[in-house]
Protein backbone atom coordinates (compact mmCIF):
# COMPACT_ATOMS: atom_id res chain seq x y z
CA UNK A 1 0.00 0.00 0.00
CA UNK A 2 1.59 3.41 -1.03
CA UNK A 3 0.56 6.66 -0.67
CA UNK A 4 1.40 9.62 -3.14
CA UNK A 5 0.54 13.10 -3.50
CA UNK A 6 1.09 16.28 -0.90
CA UNK A 7 -0.76 16.66 2.62
CA UNK A 8 -2.47 20.01 0.22
CA UNK A 9 -3.39 17.16 -1.88
CA UNK A 10 -4.69 14.79 0.87
CA UNK A 11 -6.36 17.61 2.67
CA UNK A 12 -8.46 18.25 -0.48
CA UNK A 13 -9.20 14.75 -0.63
CA UNK A 14 -10.56 13.89 3.33
CA UNK A 15 -10.95 17.37 4.60
CA UNK A 16 -14.21 17.57 5.63
CA UNK A 17 -16.03 20.18 3.60
CA UNK A 18 -16.76 23.61 5.10
CA UNK A 19 -19.95 24.79 4.93
CA UNK A 20 -20.18 28.78 5.04
CA UNK A 21 -23.18 30.69 5.92
CA UNK A 22 -24.06 33.94 5.01
CA UNK A 23 -23.80 35.15 8.47
CA UNK A 24 -20.52 33.37 9.61
CA UNK A 25 -18.03 35.59 10.95
CA UNK A 26 -14.40 35.27 9.65
CA UNK A 27 -13.06 33.74 12.93
CA UNK A 28 -16.02 31.52 12.81
CA UNK A 29 -14.57 30.31 9.42
CA UNK A 30 -10.91 30.37 10.43
CA UNK A 31 -11.77 27.91 12.93
CA UNK A 32 -13.39 25.57 10.56
CA UNK A 33 -10.84 25.45 8.43
CA UNK A 34 -8.30 25.04 11.11
CA UNK A 35 -10.55 22.10 12.65
CA UNK A 36 -10.76 20.42 9.15
CA UNK A 37 -7.13 20.73 8.19
CA UNK A 38 -6.13 19.28 11.82
CA UNK A 39 -8.95 16.10 10.98
CA UNK A 40 -7.15 16.30 7.61
CA UNK A 41 -4.02 15.73 8.79
CA UNK A 42 -4.78 12.95 11.93
CA UNK A 43 -6.09 11.16 9.00
CA UNK A 44 -3.29 10.95 7.30
CA UNK A 45 -1.34 10.03 9.85
CA UNK A 46 -3.58 6.69 11.17
CA UNK A 47 -2.82 5.89 7.07
CA UNK A 48 0.62 6.56 7.20
CA UNK A 49 0.69 4.83 10.55
CA UNK A 50 -1.19 1.41 9.04
CA UNK A 51 1.49 1.87 6.02
CA UNK A 52 4.33 1.26 8.29
CA UNK A 53 3.08 -1.72 10.01
CA UNK A 54 2.39 -3.33 6.61
CA UNK A 55 5.42 -2.62 4.96
CA UNK A 56 8.61 -4.88 4.72
CA UNK A 57 11.45 -2.73 2.94
CA UNK A 58 13.35 -0.84 5.56
CA UNK A 59 14.11 2.26 3.26
CA UNK A 60 10.54 2.59 2.86
CA UNK A 61 10.23 2.30 6.60
CA UNK A 62 12.51 4.87 7.52
CA UNK A 63 10.42 7.10 4.87
CA UNK A 64 7.38 6.30 6.53
CA UNK A 65 8.82 7.42 9.79
CA UNK A 66 10.11 10.64 9.04
CA UNK A 67 6.41 11.29 7.40
CA UNK A 68 4.96 10.56 10.70
CA UNK A 69 7.11 12.60 12.79
CA UNK A 70 6.54 15.40 10.16
CA UNK A 71 2.77 15.38 10.28
CA UNK A 72 3.00 14.49 14.22
CA UNK A 73 4.93 18.20 14.34
CA UNK A 74 2.23 19.93 11.91
CA UNK A 75 -0.34 18.59 14.26
CA UNK A 76 1.03 19.92 17.24
CA UNK A 77 1.56 23.13 15.90
CA UNK A 78 -2.07 23.80 14.69
CA UNK A 79 -3.20 22.64 18.47
CA UNK A 80 -0.94 24.86 20.06
CA UNK A 81 -2.59 27.92 17.50
CA UNK A 82 -6.41 26.52 18.71
CA UNK A 83 -4.95 26.37 22.66
CA UNK A 84 -3.79 30.08 21.91
CA UNK A 85 -7.82 31.14 20.69
CA UNK A 86 -9.21 29.76 23.73
Known amino acids: MALGGTTAEYDRKFATPVVTHINQTDEEQAI ?3 NAHVEALETYA ?3 QKCLEHTTDEKYKRYLAVKIYR ?3 RLEQLR ?3 SEWN
Do not use: A, G, K
Open 46 to 48: MDL
Open 32 to 34: LEH
Open 71 to 73: TSQ
Open 80 to 82: TEE
